[in-house]
Nanobody, 120 residues
Framework: QVPLVESGGGLVQSGGSLRLSCTAS????????MGWYRQAPGKQRELVAH???????NYADSVKGRFTISRDTAKNAVYLEMSGLKPEGTDVYSC??????????????WGQGTQVAVSS
């Protein structure tokens, strides 16, 4: 297990923007896929955006055209640029990292989550 530090959540008005960041550290040999998920109280966690080791991205239909996921491989970091935020986007956003440790063990860890609140 490696620590994932998230930042960038907060309160924003409808139509506003936020940028989430997530950085992994510790025993990491290679980071493969990285992604952002969100979860509202009482609901299942859902994928928001995903980026592969090769940089291929995919998004939930609800955020296409408004959110952009990117990564900095050298920093083991993943970012989520969110624009045109809507009140229904109020959720806890968590990053997930998959990869390999220096001992060739599978790495699959979640960040602690960061709250995004969008007011109408």
């Amino acid at each position: 297990q490696v620590p994932l530090v998230e930042s960038g959540g907060g309160l924003v008005q409808s139509g506003g923007s936020l940028r989430l960041s997530c950085t992994a550290s510790g025993d990491i040999f290679r980071v493969n896929a990285m992604g952002w998920y969100r979860q509202a109280p009482g609901k299942q966690r859902e994928l928001v955006a995903h980026i592969s080791s090769g940089g291929m991205t995919n998004y939930a239909d609800s955020v296409k055209g408004r959110f952009t996921i990117s990564r900095d491989t050298a920093k083991n970091a993943v970012y989520l640029e969110m624009s045109g935020l809507k009140p229904e986007g109020t959720d806890v956003y968590s990053c997930k990292v998959r990869g390999v440790t220096s001992r060739a063990n599978d790495l699959s860890d979640w960040g602690q989550g960061t709250q995004v609140a969008v007011s109408s």
